[in-house]
């Protein structure tokens, strides 16, 4: 299972950024998906989750309201709408899978929940 997670960039606060998560491997409709982060000097914190059929999706309070999680099972492909940006988001954002056994329309928030990472992908927001 490979994650190849794009998008991310130089931005001012306030503007928007559109991440991006191809999976390639098992049947990319069997894994629960998430994005977490990582700010500097800092643990890795859950951002967004999303269901494998996508019906279900929960989001850390920071970003609701400003953040969108969804994903596309025909494209194989994971996304992350990331609206209204603020200086605190500024970190490297990891998609990760989850492939082992998962309730279904469940949606996953630890680190540890899930078995596959991509190399992740700088955001940074200048104030």
């Known amino acids: 299972v490979q994650l190849q997670a794009s998008g991310g960039g130089l931005v001012q606060a306030g503007d928007s950024l559109r991440l991006s998560c191809a999976v390639s491997g098992h049947p990319f409709s069997t894994y629960s998906m998430g994005w977490l982060r990582q700010a500097p000097g800092k643990e890795r914190e859950f951002v967004a989750a999303?269901?494998?059929?996508?019906?279900?999706?929960d989001y850390t309070d920071s970003v609701k309201g400003r953040f969108s999680i969804s994903r596309d099972n025909a494209k194989n492909t994971v996304d992350l709408q990331m609206n209204s940006l603020k200086s605190e988001d500024t970190a490297v954002y990891y998609c990760?899978?989850?492939?082992?056994?998962?309730?279904?329309?469940?949606?996953?928030?630890?680190?540890?929940?899930?078995?596959?990472w991509g190399q992740g992908t700088q955001v940074t927001v200048s104030s």
């Open positions: 990760a899978a989850r492939s082992r056994v998962s309730v279904f329309g469940y949606v996953y928030t630890g680190s540890l929940e899930y078995d596959y």
């Open positions: 999303i269901s494998r059929s996508g019906s279900n999706t």
